[in-house]
Every structure is written in C-alpha cells, then in structure tokens.
C-alpha cells in the first residue's frame, strides 16, 4: 500500500539546511493500521503530510497505493488525495460557517456528484460514526467528539484506500479518544482501509497493528501491538 523509500526533506533556512527527514524507509501493507510516535519536531507530521501528497520529499521515493507522488503535478496530487486519502486532524478542520451535511459532502460537491447520491452518502456516513440526524447542525453545535466523528464521516465519503490521522485524539477527553480510536478501529478491519496515525499517546498507539518511532528525521525502532521492543525507547517518545 505504502512504499517509502530513502525519503529525506530538507528545508533551507537561514542559519542553513534542516532535515525533517533523512533517508527514511517504510513499507506499509494494505489494510494495515500503523502507529507513529515521536517527540515533537520529530519528523512525524512531516512523513504523514509527504504520504498524503501535502508536500513531496527533496530526495527519495514515495509510492501510494500504486502511485508514485513525485511523478503527479499539483492538480494530479490534489485529485489524488480527494480520490485516495482521507484526512483527520487533532483540531478537526470543520468549516464552520457550513453544516455538518456541507462538511461531509465537500468532497463528493466538487467532484460534481448528483444531489441525490450526496444525500444517500451523507446519511449513510452519519449512521456509520451514530451523528444521525445532525446533518443540519452547525460544528459549533458539536462537542469535540461529535466534531472529530464529522471528521472522519468526511474523511471517508471518498471512500478513500487510507486514512491519515494526526494526533485524531489529541483534543478529546479519554472516552471520546476511546471511541474514535475503536471507531478508526473499526474501519480498517472491516472496510479493510489502511490507517497511519501520528500519535503522542502510548494507550492510543496500542490500537495499531505496529508502532513507528520517529527521533530527529530518523524512523529509529519498530514496536508491535501489545508491547514495545525497546520499553525505555518509548517512554523517551512522549
């Protein structure tokens, strides 16, 4: 599904070069869920961003689900990430001034899908993340966890092949981070979509099937599910 490649990312800045990233290399199959964590400044939001086609590596290769991102210009990259990628952020990114149908359906509206078809797939998304009946409901109508659960009904109304969260849990109290983990959990076992999310949270990391650690542009150490290889590594990771 995801093949990363010597990928490095190097901004230029005054006082000289910074690698975000530096010849990193991942492999991610399909219907996977991966954990990433890191400290902050780590590299983490940065390789979830070069995944989902916001920014391409200064060197290296990056293949997603078949496509290589360095090969597509900006408006194949924005088709790509509106068709292939679901995105869920820790603050949401609701539009405010338009209703939680509108949000969902932003997508499939520029796309140019039939009223019709916007309609089925907006209440289809909000029986899925249990939102039924607050189509015409304002985001600032919504408690935290009802925003992120919008977030994701509009992540998927693409019916996208991955999801890319970033810290999806990071604004919620531990019962609604609960339940948009089993939520994210949920999709991925049972629409067998590829999930990556960045992550501060050891609890949260455990529902993934691998943990990814990120230390200064260096993916440094694997974990699986249910533990850590290196216990004193991940507790350095928070």
Request: charged share 25%; proline share 3%; no cysteine.
């Amino acid at each position: 599904m995801i093949s990363v490649s010597d990928v490095s990312k190097v901004y230029s800045l005054e006082s000289g070069d910074f690698y975000a990233l530096k010849n990193n290399n991942l492999h991610v199959r399909k219907g996977e869920f991966v954990a990433i964590m890191g400290p902050s400044g780590s590299g983490k939001s940065t390789l979830l961003q070069l995944l989902g086609g916001l920014d391409l590596p200064t060197s290296g290769q990056i293949v997603v689900d078949g496509v290589e991102l360095s090969t597509l210009n900006e408006k194949e990259r924005t088709l790509f990430r509106r068709t292939k990628v679901g995105f869920v952020f820790q603050n949401y990114q609701l539009l405010p001034m338009m209703t939680v149908g509108e949000n969902i359906s932003l997508a499939l509206s520029a796309n140019n899908a039939p009223k019709a078809k916007i309609k089925s797939v907006v209440e289809k998304l909000l029986a899925d993340v249990n939102l039924q009946g607050k189509e015409s409901a304002f985001p600032s109508q919504l408690s935290g966890g009802q925003q992120q659960r919008v977030a994701i009904a509009r992540a998927l109304a693409m019916k996208p092949s991955l999801i890319l969260a970033d810290e999806p849990t990071g604004n919620l109290d531990r019962k609604n981070g609960e339940d948009i983990l089993k939520l994210l959990s949920k999709l991925n076992k049972e629409e067998q979509i590829t999930v990556v999310m960045v992550t501060h949270d050891q609890q949260a990391a455990q529902t993934a099937d691998r943990i990814i650690f990120v230390r200064d542009g260096l993916i440094v150490e694997e974990g699986r599910k249910g533990g850590y290889q290196n216990e004193t590594l991940a507790n350095r990771m928070v």
